[in-house]
């Protein structure tokens, strides 16, 4: 069983709708937690970075940890179809030095 | 002005074959990074350089070996090819260590491998 789990999809959406992302993990040393955005044929690119529970905005973005629950969450505001993408959930363990990345979900944004 | 540069972007070989890969940072980071990305999409550590020192060795097959000529580079050269090494490779770089400071890390655009 993967440490970090999410569900692969594939989301699709219409343009203005508002989208949920998520992940759990098993292990509670996972301390910081990060969304990445990938098109097709790149590389990951940092959306979000959060190390406390709670939730973190930026613009249409808003990222959401529960640690009791060992849940992640990204919400999208307002999406478009320059968002479909796929999103990598990704965390760190306290005092490790490498990601561990989601499987990602695919999300189409129909015009 | 790419940030993290990966050659070559595709790369189409025979089993058995040995292929180096090579990735270039000009963020002025100390730590480099290879990852592999499965067909399902899956990203997962193969090994991480601090200041040209190895800090991260997965369990990855010995025929694959990284190597950091400077702060500013990081290779993986893989012997004997096979058919279940096809797959995106992305190297990755951050300023610090994960660890330390809670980095980000910026990725190149990958090399697709595919071993025929």
């Known amino acids: 069983q993967k440490e970090v789990e999410q569900d692969p999809g594939p989301l699709s959406v219409p343009e203005g709708a508002i989208v949920s992302l998520n992940c759990t993990y098993s292990n509670s040393a996972f301390q910081y937690f990060m969304w990445y955005r990938q098109y097709s044929r790149k590389g990951p690119e940092l959306l979000m970075y959060t190390y406390s529970s709670g939730n973190k905005e930026d613009g249409r973005f808003t990222a959401q940890v529960d640690k009791s629950s060992k849940y992640i969450s990204l919400f999208i505001r307002d999406s478009q179809p320059s968002d479909s993408a796929t999103y990598l959930c990704?965390?760190?363990?306290?005092?490790?030095?490498?990601?561990?990345f989601g499987t990602g979900t695919r999300l189409t944004v129909i015009p | 002005d790419t940030a993290v540069s990966q050659t070559p972007k595709y790369l189409v070989t025979q089993m058995g074959n040995d292929k180096s890969i090579k990735c270039e940072q000009n963020?002025?980071?100390?730590?480099m990074y290879w990852y592999k990305q499965d067909s399902k999409k899956f990203l997962k550590i193969m090994f991480s350089?601090?200041?040209?020192?190895?800090?991260i060795n997965e369990t990855v097959p010995n025929r694959f070996s990284p190597k950091s000529p400077d702060k500013a580079h990081l290779n993986l050269h893989i012997n004997s090819l096979e058919l279940g090494d096809s797959a995106v490779y992305f190297c990755?770089?951050?300023?610090?260590?994960?660890?330390?400071?809670?980095?980000?890390?910026?990725f190149g655009p990958g090399t697709r491998l595919l071993v025929l």
């Open positions: 963020l002025g980071h100390d730590t």
């Open positions: 990755a770089s951050s300023q610090g260590t994960l660890a330390s400071a809670r980095e980000t890390q910026y």
């Open positions: 350089y601090n200041n040209k020192e190895l800090i």
């Open positions: 990704a965390m760190i363990k306290t005092g490790a030095n490498n990601l561990f």
